[in-house]
């Protein structure tokens, strides 16, 4: 007789070569199984701490603030953009796919006056559109993304941080697909605030999103920071400033949760926090530079593969992701039947796409975990499968060799 308690969770075994999530590392998983602590248990204070030191690693940078906003990686963009954005005050957002739609769509809710620096999905800005943008609208914040998966384009970000403070404009990234997979040159680059993920090439699941904040940003949202009535008691702001309308995405307040005060604001996702210190220390064990270079290595192993099949990779090579490759669907192929047959048959899941892409391209990943050799070799071996199955004439066996030529070089 059926019951009605379902069965225990247990997923089907998937290889997760999409643009996130990915599987996860099984050292994050462990850590995650780990039991609770109270929220000020001098234990727990270690952990946070930790983590703060960790993920400035992670994020190459000495900002004081740098901590975990409870939430997936969308938590992370809307509480850095609620904080410094103040209704009525001008953004200046890059939008070239769709999470630079999404800055947008987030800052039109504040009531902020948007401004775009609008490019085709597939280009990135250059710092010469960017200046020009900057003086043409004199806006408080620039926002933009660094590695958009959508378009598995990345911006180069070289420069940008200190062109915004030449205009004493605050600066945003996202910076969820890239973290852990490229380098997110937080100090070098000069941006204010920049946020992420961990369920792409941090190898972690989703449900956290590490985030660092400049001095300069800090003392920006500070100044909106305002006192809970009958909570909490603290310098109130000189009310020159907009308050942060949220409570939960108020950086001030998430702030003073995770400094020495340990005001209480919302209590820590501990389990998260866990995941997220451990998918930092298997990172720094690593190390950024071989993590990068493995990342690197899938990539570039993946669009030989895929060339050698004689598909066409989307984009420029000249800004293309390491960790996400888009691949035009090609001509008499169905894009769907491809991807069901690849995790039906395979146990292997690629990625649609969104927008003017939907249709026309998949995204392949390698991040974090799986940005392994075996992995893209499965990958491309399955994919030469699903297409023959497709009628696309497909020479057997160039995919895997070329994907394994360049591991050899
Ligand atoms: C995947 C991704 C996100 C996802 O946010 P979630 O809230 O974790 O789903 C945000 N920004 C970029 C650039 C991404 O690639």
């Not at 775009?116 to 200046?131: M, S």
């Not at 205009?167 to 937080?186: I, Q, R």
């Not at 866990?274 to 899938?298: I, N, S, T």
């Not at 895929?306 to 192929?333: C, H, S």
Request: with cysteine; hydrophobic share 45%; glycine share 10%.
């Amino acid at each position: 007789m059926a019951n009605d308690f379902f069965g225990q969770i247990d997923p089907p075994q998937r290889l997760l070569m999409g643009p996130g999530p990915v599987n996860v590392h099984p050292r994050v998983l462990r850590a995650m199984a780990a039991d609770m602590l109270g929220q000020f248990d001098p234990e727990m204070t270690t952990y946070m701490n930790e983590t703060m030191a960790l993920y400035r690693q992670v994020f190459m940078t000495q900002n004081r603030w740098t901590f975990l906003v409870d939430g997936t990686a969308r938590a992370g963009i809307e509480a850095a953009l609620v904080s410094l954005v103040e209704p009525g005050s001008k953004i200046l957002i890059v939008r070239a796919g769709r999470f630079g739609l999404l800055l947008s769509e987030i800052a039109e809710r504040i009531g902020a006056e948007i401004c775009t620096l609008d490019l085709p999905w597939g280009e990135v800005a250059t710092l010469e559109q960017i200046e020009e943008a900057l003086i043409a609208h004199r806006p408080q914040v620039f926002a933009c993304i660094h590695g958009d998966t959508s378009t598995t384009m990345a911006q180069p970000l070289d420069g940008v941080g200190a062109l915004c403070r030449k205009y004493d404009v605050l600066s945003y990234v996202d910076a969820t697909a890239t973290l852990g997979g490229m380098p997110v040159a937080t100090d070098v680059w000069g941006v204010d605030v920049i946020t992420g993920g961990l369920q792409k090439c941090m190898g972690g699941p989703p449900g956290s999103a590490p985030i660092t904040i400049s001095d300069r940003a800090a003392e920006h949202i500070m100044a909106r920071r305002h006192v809970e009535a009958g909570i909490r008691s603290g310098d109130m702001a000189d009310g020159s400033r907009a308050r942060i309308p949220s409570n939960y995405f108020d950086l001030a307040m998430v702030m003073d949760y995770w400094s020495e005060k340990r005001l209480n604001h919302h209590t820590e996702a501990t389990t998260m926090l866990y995941g997220a210190r451990e998918a930092a220390r298997v990172m720094l064990e690593e190390g950024l530079d071989a993590r990068f270079a493995r990342h690197k290595a899938a990539g570039a192993a993946m669009v030989a593969g895929l060339r050698a099949m004689g598909l066409k990779v989307f984009g420029q090579d000249a800004y293309r992701m390491t960790n996400v490759t888009g691949v035009w669907i090609p001509e008499g192929v169905e894009g769907e039947p491809v991807r069901q047959q690849m995790r039906d048959d395979f146990g292997i899941e690629i990625g649609t796409a969104f927008g003017p892409l939907a249709g026309k391209i998949w995204r392949i990943g390698a991040m974090g975990y799986n940005a392994k050799k075996h992995n893209v070799l499965l990958t491309l071996g399955a994919l030469e499968t699903c297409l023959a199955t497709q009628g696309y004439a497909v020479k057997r066996g160039a995919g895997v060799d070329a994907a394994l030529a360049t591991c050899r070089t």
